[in-house]
C-alpha cells in the first residue's frame, strides 16, 4: 500500500499505534473526520511518508516530535485540530518539506531563526489562527521558493524582514499580529514586495505599523487583487500611483490617519468591487473618477473630512450594495441618481452630514434596501409617500433633521420596518395607526409636534422600546408613558349637530344593514355548500375555504394575529372541521413577490415531511367575499411562538416567560441542524431554505424546534442554473439582513452553504443573546468578528449572561470537591468554546471555509452527550 486516504467519512477514535507499521506508506490522508486524542508516536516509523494530512478533526495534545523522523515528507497538513504547546523543532529540519500548515490550533511560541536555511524548498507557510509569538525570523528571506506565508491572527512581534529574494510570492498575509512600531522603518518590507511579480494578495491589516504611507505601493506588481492595509498607524497621503494597480478588487485602508486628497487616479482600478478609505484624516472633493468604478459593491468613505457635494457620477456604480458616506462635511441635495440606485440593498448611511433640501422621491427606487440613515443632516420638506415601496427596509434613521408633515400613511406597507427613528423634526399630526400593526421593536418619535391620541398595540405597548418625549400634545397611551388623559370638549351646537347625524347615520345604518344581511345570507348558504361538499373529500386532505378561515380567526381579529412577516399575516384560529387551534398565514398579495412565495411554499411543504419541520396542513386559493384573490397557508399551531421570542423578548414577555436554558438552546440548536440535514442531504434533490433566522425557528409544547416559512426556498437543480444577476432573482433570494449569505450579494448562485452561513448565524445569536444587527456592531466589527475575538481571549467575555448566571446556579449546587468544580466549569466552557466554534465555521466568509450542515449536526450531538452528563450529575 503505497496511498491510504481516508478523508471524508465519519470516522470516530484515535490512529491506532499499529500505523507505524506501514513503513511503505507514502500518502496518508485523514482529512474531516471526527477522529481524536493524540497522533501515536510510531508516526516517525513511516520513513517514505510524503503526504500527511489531518485537517478538521479533533486531535490533541503536542505534535509529535517523532514527525522530525521523516526526512521525505513534503506536505505536512495538521490543519483544525486541538493541537497546543510548541512547534517541534525537528519538523524545521525537515529538509524537503514544502508545505507547513498547522492553522487553526492553539499553538503557541515562536519560530526558529534559522528557519529559511533548514528549510529550503518551502513553498508553503500556513499558521494562522494560533497563539504564536516572537518576530518573524530574518533568515526567511532565504526562502527562495516561498509562494504562501499565512500566519495571521496570532502575536507576532518586532520588525518584518525583507522578502526582496522570494520572487514567487503570490500570497503575503500577516494580518493582525502586534508587528511594527518603529516608526521610520516598518514599512521598508512593503517595498521589498515590489520584486514579486506574482503577488495576488497582501494583508498587513490590524498590526502596529507607524510611519508615512510608502509610495512604493504603486510599484506593487499589477497581479495584485487584494490589499488590506486597515487598521495600522499609517498617515502620509495616498500615492497617486495607486492607479497602477489594475487588477485591484478589494482595497482597503480604512483606520489610519491618511490625509489628502484621493487622487483621481483611483478611477483607474475599474476591477474595485470592495473600497474602504473609511476612519482616516482625507479631504477635498470625492472625486468624479469614481464613476469608473462600475464593478463596486461596497464603498466606505465614512469618517473622513470630505466637503462639497456628493457626486452624482456615483449612479454609474450599478451593482453597489451598501454605500458609507456618513461623518463627513459633505453638503448640498441629496442627488436623486443616488437615491435611484436599485441594487442598494444592505445598507445607505449619509448621516452626520450638512446635507440640505428634501428626500428625493427616487428613494422609492430602493425596494431591496435593509437600512438607510440620514440622521443629523438638514433634510426638509415632507417625507415623500415614495418611501412605502422599501419593502425590504427594516431600520430607517431619519432623526435629528427638519422634517415636517405627518408620516406617510404608504408606511404601512413597509411590514419588515423594525427600528423607526423620526425624532427631532417637525412632524406634525395624529400618530398613524398602522405603526400598531408594523414587526417594530424600537420606535422613536421625540421631539416633533404630534398630537391626539396614543396608539397602545404593537410596539406602544412598551415604554422602553418606544419614545414619544417633546410631543406636548400627545395625549392618553399606557400608563408606562405618564401621558396626560384625554379630554374632548364639544359646544351645544356640536351636540346638536352630533344627535342629528347620528339619526342620519342610523336611518342609513338600518336600510344598509337590511341590505347586507341579505348579501351575507347568500354568501353564506353559498360558502357554506360549497365547504360542506369540499371540507372533506375522498383523499382525505382536509380542505378550506375562505369563509372557514375568516371564521376560525375571528374575523382575522387583531387579538388573534401571532406576527407579520415579508408576505402577510400569521393568525391564530380554531377550525370547524377538526376543532383544532392552527397556524393560518394569510398572504398580502399586493406584496410583490407574494403569489410566487405561496408558490414556492406550497411546492416545498407539499414534498417534505420530517419532524423538525413545521407540518402543513392545508392551502387556500381563491377569492374573498369582494371578488379579490386570497391566499393562505395552515400551518399546525406552535404554542411556544418562535426563538426570536424567547432570545429577544419584549417587557411584557421578559416578565412572563422562562429564560431558554443551555440545554433548551443546544436542543433546539440540533432541530434546526437536522432539519436542515434532511432538506440538504435526504430529500430526492437538495432543498434550500434561503431564509433561516430565529423567528422562522418555531417551538412546540415541548420546546422542540421547528423550521418554517419556506416562501423562498428553492430546490438546488433549478438554484444552480439561476444564478443571482438580476433584481427579480436577487430579491427571491435575498434573505433577511444579518442572515443572508455574503456571496448571495455578489451575485452567487443558491447554495446549501447559504443555508450553513444562516445557521451559524444563528447559533452564535442563540449563545451571545446579540443579533447580527445589533447596534455594536459597526465600523467592520459583526456578530462572527466579535465571537471570533471572544473565543481568542475569555469566551465568556461573549455568552449571553443569561447562561452565565445559569452556569454559576448549577455550580452552587454541585456538592463536590473545589477542585471538582474547576474541572466542572472546564466541562461546561468547552461545550460553549465548541458551539461558538461551530458558528463561526459556520459563519465565514467564504463558502467554501464553512462545515457541511452534517458536520455541524455531528459535533452538536457530540457536545450534547457531553453536556447531559455533567448536568446529570448536579
Not at 291 to 309: E, M, P, Q, V, W
Not at 652 to 660: A, I, N, P
Not at 790 to 810: F, G, H, S, T
Request: glycine share 8%; aromatic share 8%.
Amino acid at each position: 500500500m503505497l496511498f491510504l486516504d481516508l478523508g471524508f467519512n465519519m470516522l470516530k477514535g484515535n490512529l491506532p499505534t499499529e500505523l507505524g507499521s506501514l513503513s511503505k506508506l507514502q500518502g496518508l490522508i485523514l482529512q474531516v473526520n471526527s477522529l481524536m486524542g493524540n497522533i501515536p508516536l510510531s508516526i516517525g516509523n513511516l520513513s517514505s511518508l510524503q503526504n500527511f494530512g489531518t485537517t478538521r478533526n479533533n486531535f490533541g495534545g503536542t505534535i509529535p516530535e517523532t514527525l522530525g523522523q521523516l526526512r521525505n515528507l513534503k506536505m505536512l497538513v495538521l490543519t483544525a485540530n486541538k493541537f497546543v504547546g510548541t512547534i517541534p523543532i525537528s519538523i524545521f529540519n525537515i529538509s524537503a518539506l514544502a508545505l507547513l500548515d498547522v492553522a487553526e490550533n492553539q499553538l503557541e511560541g515562536g519560530l526558529p531563526g534559522d528557519l529559511g536555511f533548514t528549510l529550503p524548498n518551502i513553498e508553503g507557510i500556513d499558521m494562522w489562527q494560533n497563539h504564536l509569538t516572537g518576530p518573524i525570523p530574518e533568515s526567511i528571506s532565504n526562502t527562495s521558493n516561498l509562494k504562501e506565508i499565512q500566519i495571521d491572527q496570532n502575536n507576532f512581534t518586532g520588525k518584518v524582514p525583507s522578502f526582496s529574494k522570494i520572487r514567487g510570492l503570490y500570497w503575503f498575509n500577516i494580518y493582525l499580529n502586534n508587528l511594527g512600531g518603529e516608526q521610520s522603518t516598518d514599512m521598508d518590507f512593503l517595498c521589498s514586495l515590489t520584486n514579486s511579480t506574482k503577488l495576488e494578495l497582501l494583508a498587513i491589516g490590524e498590526n502596529a505599523f507607524q510611519g508615512l504611507i510608502p509610495h512604493c505601493i504603486s510599484n506593487l506588481s499589477t497581479t495584485l487583487s487584494k490589499f488590506w492595509f486597515v487598521s495600522n498607524n499609517i498617515f502620509g497621503t495616498l500615492p497617486s500611483g495607486i492607479g497602477n494597480l489594475l487588477n485591484l478588487e478589494i482595497l482597503e485602508i480604512a483606520d489610519n490617519n491618511i490625509s489628502g486628497n484621493i487622487p483621481s487616479e483611483i478611477g483607474n482600478l475599474n476591477k474595485l468591487k470592495y473600497l474602504n478609505l473609511g476612519n482616516n484624516e482625507l479631504l477635498g472633493q470625492i472625486p468624479e473618477s469614481f464613476a469608473n468604478l462600475t464593478l463596486l459593491i461596497k464603498l466606505h468613505l465614512d469618517n473622513n473630512n470630505f466637503r462639497g457635494l456628493i457626486p452624482s457620477s456615483l449612479k454609474n456604480c450599478q451593482n453597489l450594495l451598501l454605500l458609507n458616506l456618513s461623518n463627513n462635511n459633505l453638503s448640498g441635495y441629496i442627488p436623486p441618481e443616488i437615491m435611484g440606485l436599485s441594487s442598494l440593498s444592505i445598507y445607505l448611511d449619509l448621516s452626520r452630514n450638512s446635507l440640505t433640501g428634501s428626500l428625493p422621491e427616487e428613494v422609492g427606487k430602493l425596494e431591496n434596501l435593509g437600512e438607510i440613515r440620514l440622521n443629523g443632516n438638514r433634510l426638509s420638506q415632507q417625507i415623500p409617500s415614495s418611501i412605502g415601496r422599501c419593502i425590504s427596509m427594516e431600520r430607517l434613521y431619519v432623526q435629528d433633521n427638519f422634517f415636517e408633515g405627518p408620516l406617510p400613511s404608504i408606511m404601512s406597507s413597509m411590514r419588515g420596518l423594525q427600528v423607526l427613528n423620526v425624532s427631532n423634526n417637525q412632524l406634525s399630526g395624529q400618530i398613524p395607526k398602522f405603526l400598531e400593526s408594523l414587526n417594530l421593536t424600537n420606535l422613536s418619535l421625540s421631539y416633533n409636534d404630534f398630537e391626539g391620541v396614543l396608539p397602545t398595540g404593537g410596539v406602544f405597548r412598551s415604554a422602553i422600546s418606544t419614545s414619544v418625549i417633546g410631543n406636548k400634545k400627545l395625549c392618553g397611551g399606557l400608563p408606562n408613558f405618564q401621558l396626560p388623559k384625554c379630554y374632548y370638549k364639544e359646544s351645544k351646537r356640536t351636540r346638536i349637530s352630533g344627535i342629528a347625524k347620528i339619526l342620519i347615520s342610523t336611518i342609513s345604518a338600518l336600510v344598509g344593514v337590511a341590505c347586507i344581511l341579505s348579501l351575507l345570507y347568500f354568501f353564506w348558504f353559498r360558502q357554506n355548500k360549497n365547504a360542506s361538499a369540499s371540507s372533506s373529500s375522498e383523499d382525505g386532505f382536509l380542505h378550506v375555504s375562505y369563509h372557514n378561515l375568516l371564521k376560525a380567526t375571528g374575523g382575522f381579529s387583531s387579538t388573534n394575529l401571532l406576527g407579520m412577516g415579508n408576505f402577510g399575516s400569521v393568525y391564530r384560529g380554531l377550525l370547524d372541521q377538526t376543532q383544532s387551534v392552527v397556524a393560518i398565514k394569510i398572504l398580502d398579495l399586493t406584496c410583490e413577490g407574494a403569489p410566487k412565495s405561496f408558490i414556492a411554499e406550497c411546492e416545498v411543504l407539499r414534498r417534505i415531511r420530517h419532524r423538525n419541520l413545521v407540518k402543513v396542513l392545508t392551502a387556500c386559493s381563491g377569492f374573498d367575499f369582494n371578488g379579490n384573490d386570497f391566499k393562505a397557508l395552515v400551518y399546525e399551531f406552535m404554542s411556544n411562538g418562535n426563538l426570536d421570542e424567547w432570545l429577544h423578548p419584549t417587557a411584557s414577555q421578559y416578565m412572563e416567560r422562562k429564560k431558554l436554558s443551555l440545554l433548551e438552546r443546544v436542543n433546539i440548536a440540533i432541530d434546526v441542524a437536522c432539519a436542515l440535514d434532511y432538506l440538504h442531504h435526504h430529500y430526492e434533490m437538495p432543498i434550500v431554505h434561503c431564509d433561516l433566522k430565529p423567528s422562522n425557528v418555531l417551538l412546540d409544547d415541548e420546546m422542540n424546534g421547528h423550521v418554517g416559512d419556506f416562501g423562498l426556498a428553492r430546490f438546488l437543480p433549478e438554484a444552480t442554473h439561476k444564478l443571482l444577476v438580476d433584481q427579480s432573482s436577487s430579491v427571491g433570494v435575498k434573505g433577511s439582513f444579518g442572515y443572508v449569505a455574503p456571496e448571495y450579494g455578489t451575485g452567487s448562485a443558491v447554495s446549501t452553504q447559504g443555508d450553513v452561513y444562516s445557521f451559524g448565524v444563528l447559533v452564535l445569536e442563540m449563545f451571545t443573546g446579540k443579533r447580527p444587527i445589533d447596534d455594536m456592531f459597526e465600523d467592520g466589527l459583526d456578530l462572527h468578528r466579535f465571537t471570533k475575538a471572544a473565543l481568542a481571549d475569555r469566551v465568556e467575555k461573549a455568552i449571553d449572561p443569561i447562561l452565565l448566571q445559569e452556569i454559576e446556579e448549577l455550580e452552587k449546587r454541585r456538592t463536590i470537591a473545589p477542585e471538582g468544580k474547576n474541572k466542572s466549569w472546564c466541562s461546561i466552557k468547552d461545550c460553549l468554546v465548541l458551539m461558538i466554534e461551530i458558528g463561526i465555521t459556520c459563519s465565514f466568509e467564504s463558502s467554501n471555509e464553512r462545515m457541511d450542515i452534517y458536520d455541524a449536526l455531528t459535533k452538536l450531538q457530540g457536545m450534547r452527550k457531553r453536556l447531559l452528563e455533567f448536568i446529570v450529575t448536579v
